[in-house]
């Protein structure tokens, strides 16, 4: 039974597409986070929702936009995608909010813009 | 701005030994540090963590040591195991935010 899920797993696509990658948690947590980890392994916190609610969005391009339908889902779209957005995007999910809480990562999505 | 650093890329360990992962940080504000582990094509699962009123945490064959004057944090696994083999991520956060600031990870690697 998996905790958190993201879809696609992989992803190439051109640039100048828009695609959009979701996750789903069955955890019951109220809060959702993306992450992205580009090629120098850097990972990075994106944005933040609690209880659907944007909490961070970090210097993030405005081509990136997330949606929260409902507290179990935070879905990432990517307008114009450029050759930079090439990275492992993660999505994650918390029980809570504040830097001590675990938070728990899906499996990762792999983008590759060409 | 790189706030949380893993210097060494990478670590072989033969199994049994210790393992030690070492975190250095800039930001003297941090609450609390994590560990967490990675395996290939998996999202990072949580390890332990430690706050950062204490000097020392442990959770089985992981313990981490918080060294606040030098900032500079360590993981241990005594004793190393394959599974083990996974890289290691470093990260800090403050109190009264989600933000998560990942060091780029230290792999190790453990063989018989």
């Known amino acids: 039974d998996t905790a958190v899920s993201q879809t696609p797993k992989y992803l190439v696509t051109q640039m100048g597409n828009d695609k959009s990658i979701k996750c789903e948690q069955n955890?019951?947590?109220?809060?959702m986070y993306w992450y992205k980890q580009d090629s120098k392994k850097f990972l990075k916190i994106m944005f933040s929702?609690?209880?659907?609610?944007?909490?961070i969005n970090e210097t993030v391009p405005n081509r990136f936009s997330p949606k929260s339908p409902d507290k179990a889902h935070l879905n990432l779209h990517i307008n114009s995608l450029e050759l930079g957005d090439s990275a492992v995007y993660f999505c994650?999910?918390?029980?809570?909010?504040?830097?001590?809480?675990?938070?728990?990562f899906g499996p990762g999505t792999r983008l590759t813009v060409t | 701005d790189q706030q949380v650093k893993q210097n060494s890329p990478s670590l072989s360990v033969q199994e049994g030994r210790i393992s030690i992962l070492n975190c250095d940080y800039t930001?003297?504000?941090?609450?609390?540090f994590l560990w967490y582990k990675k395996y290939p094509a998996e999202g990072p699962t949580f390890l332990i963590s430690?706050?950062?009123?204490?000097d020392k945490n442990e959770d089985g064959r992981f313990t981490v040591f918080l060294n606040k004057s030098a900032k500079h944090l360590s993981l241990h696994i005594v004793p190393s195991q394959p599974g083990d083999s996974a890289v290691y991520f470093c990260?800090?956060?403050?109190?009264?935010?989600?933000?998560?600031?990942f060091g780029t990870g230290t792999r190790l690697q453990v063989f018989p």
């Open positions: 994650a999910s918390s029980q809570g909010s504040g830097g001590y809480v675990e938070q728990y």
């Open positions: 955890l019951g947590h109220d809060t």
């Open positions: 929702y609690n209880n659907k609610e944007l909490i």
């Open positions: 930001n003297s504000m941090f609450d609390y």
């Open positions: 430690i706050s950062s009123i204490k």
């Open positions: 990260a800090a956060s403050r109190i009264n935010t989600d933000k998560l600031i």
